[in-house]
């Protein structure tokens, strides 16, 4: 029989308040998957990028299954996440896309 092991964990305050994400870019290479949590808001030129979080694909794949995890049990009790008329599968897209970007846009 397997023992469960626990992990105690510490979170300090100026990490506790947290960092508001509207917008995560996802890149990935052969040994890490690279996120980039921004925010998008309206009068800023481009997005501002709060923090960036680099992980195994290993641990990239165990965050899919605990989010997926959680979104569905998060549907199940207060009802489906809308996602305003844009397509349910894939979360890829290109930042050409985006006006601010695209021809004439500003770029990074």
Same mark, same amino acid.
């Given at each position: 029989?397997?023992?469960?092991? *626990? +992990? !105690? &964990? *510490?979170?300090?305050?100026?990490? =506790?308040?947290? @960092?508001?994400?509207? &917008? =995560?870019?996802? @890149?990935? !290479?052969?040994?890490?998957? +690279?996120?980039? /949590? =921004?925010?998008? $808001?309206?009068?800023l030129p481009k997005p501002d990028i709060g923090n960036r979080i680099v992980m195994t694909p290993e641990h990239a794949k165990r965050l899919l299954n605990a989010l997926m995890d959680n979104v569905t049990k998060y549907?199940? %009790? /207060?009802? #489906?996440? !809308? &996602?305003?008329?844009?397509? %349910? %599968?894939?979360? @890829? /897209?290109? #930042?050409?896309? $985006?006006? %601010? /970007?695209?021809?004439?846009? @500003?770029?990074?």
């Open positions: 029989m397997e023992e469960k092991k *626990e +992990i !105690s &964990l *510490e979170i300090k305050p100026e990490i =506790a308040k947290g @960092t508001y994400s509207n &917008l =995560a870019i996802i @890149t990935h !290479s052969h040994s890490e998957f +690279i996120i980039d /949590f =921004a925010t998008m $808001l309206p009068g549907e199940s %009790q /207060f009802g #489906l996440i !809308s &996602l305003g008329g844009q397509p %349910q %599968q894939g979360g @890829t /897209f290109n #930042l050409g896309d $985006l006006p %601010q /970007f695209g021809p004439g846009g @500003t770029k990074s």
